[in-house]
């Protein structure tokens, strides 16, 4: 009984220490932020120190107005000077530190420093910050009433078709549930739906959900999305309410092969009709050979040409070689105006007083 009585005073006292341990964890696994100063002037700089974040991580820091850590960025980061803003990767601990540039953000004061996860698992932290000559206004009254939270993780209904293919813009519709937990009814909603490419800041369009949620109750919102023509690669789509991110989904868009598919055939048939039609022209304008002197120097074949030397006597033709193989006349020559042939059908000799007799000296 002693032991038993031993071992559960033992037991009791290690609950506390067990306790305070898990704390310590859950408090380090949570993303901090600490500034170096607490207030500077413009063009001056503060170092920003980290810790409980992803290894690895990207993150985005900037100075926003109208913002305190309990509220959050209320204006999203249309509040905050994204231009002077400054990215970060943590270290294998998940702590980082780097300087800032002090500037004056579009909205006026209360400023945090806020510090966000680029790509994966969204996470962000928040530091009270001042901005010395900055506005100072009081924060705008929180709603009371309906607040809407997500229920399940969002979806992109739908699917390309085949003028998405030809660069048509591609769309898709984002679903979700959303409950309302406050205490009055949300009536016709206004979400903003923010389409982002890459690692580059999301662009927010307002989209109005037709319909009322009442205290305790769910609802599936089904808003439209649509990128812009021939988009492709990695984008990300984001819904915020209130000024909170609600959620994010990735969405990978191929690559309109049916464009390039196009502008290769445009690029081969267009040369081809141009050198066809040149070609048809060129074949009409060209000069075309008469058709009388086409005759009249027409080629001669082998067999209709008949060599005539006036000093060799042709060997006499018979009846059967004239029948054997026939040789027809030249066309500027018949048989009865051949200068060449005399009465008894040879060939006449040259005349002794004839112009082109030659005198030849000889024995007689």
Not at 54 to 62: I, Q, S
Not at 246 to 273: D, H, M, N, S
Not at 330 to 346: A, C, H, I, R
Request: charge should be positive.
């Amino acid at each position: 009984m002693r032991a038993a009585a031993l071992g559960l005073v033992l037991a009791l006292a290690m609950v506390p220490a067990v306790l305070g341990s898990a704390g310590s964890v859950s408090a380090a696994g949570k993303p901090v932020v600490t500034l170096s100063r607490s207030e500077a002037g413009t063009g001056g700089s503060i170092t920003v120190t980290g810790g409980g974040w992803r290894p690895g991580t990207l993150l985005m820091m900037l100075i926003c107005g109208q913002s305190v850590p309990s509220r959050g960025v209320i204006g999203g980061t249309n509040s905050c000077a994204n231009a002077d803003g400054r990215a970060v990767t943590t270290d294998a601990k998940g702590g980082f530190s780097r300087k800032l540039p002090v500037t004056e953000p579009p909205r006026p004061c209360p400023c945090v420093v806020h510090v966000a996860t680029v790509t994966g698992e969204k996470a962000e932290a928040d530091a009270v910050f001042m901005v010395a000559g900055h506005a100072v206004e009081p924060l705008p009254n929180e709603e009371s009433g309906g607040r809407i939270s997500m229920l399940t993780d969002p979806r992109l209904d739908g699917s390309s078709g085949l003028l998405t293919w030809f660069g048509s813009p591609p769309s898709r519709t984002l679903v979700l549930t959303v409950g309302n937990v406050g205490t009055s009814p949300v009536k016709d909603p206004v979400f903003q739906v923010g389409t982002a490419h890459g690692v580059f800041a999301p662009q927010w369009e307002e989209q109005q959900w037709r319909g009322s949620i009442a205290p305790g109750r769910k609802a599936q919102i089904r808003l439209p999305v649509e990128l812009s023509a021939g988009a492709h690669g990695d984008y990300t789509i984001s819904l915020k309410y209130g000024g909170k991110v609600l959620a994010e989904q990735p969405w990978g868009v191929g690559r309109p092969w049916g464009v390039t598919v196009f502008w290769i055939l445009l690029c081969v048939v267009v040369p081809a009709a141009v050198f066809r039609v040149g070609m048809a022209v060129v074949d009409r304008v060209r000069p075309r050979r008469s058709t009388g002197r086409a005759g009249r120097h027409r080629g001669l074949r082998p067999g209709e040409l008949t060599l005539r030397l006036p000093w060799i006597h042709p060997a006499p033709r018979t009846p059967a070689d004239d029948s054997a193989s026939p040789v027809p006349a030249l066309p500027w020559f018949t048989p009865e105006t051949d200068p060449g042939t005399g009465t008894n059908g040879q060939l006449s000799a040259p005349h002794e007083n004839g112009p082109t007799t030659q005198t030849r000296k000889g024995h007689t």
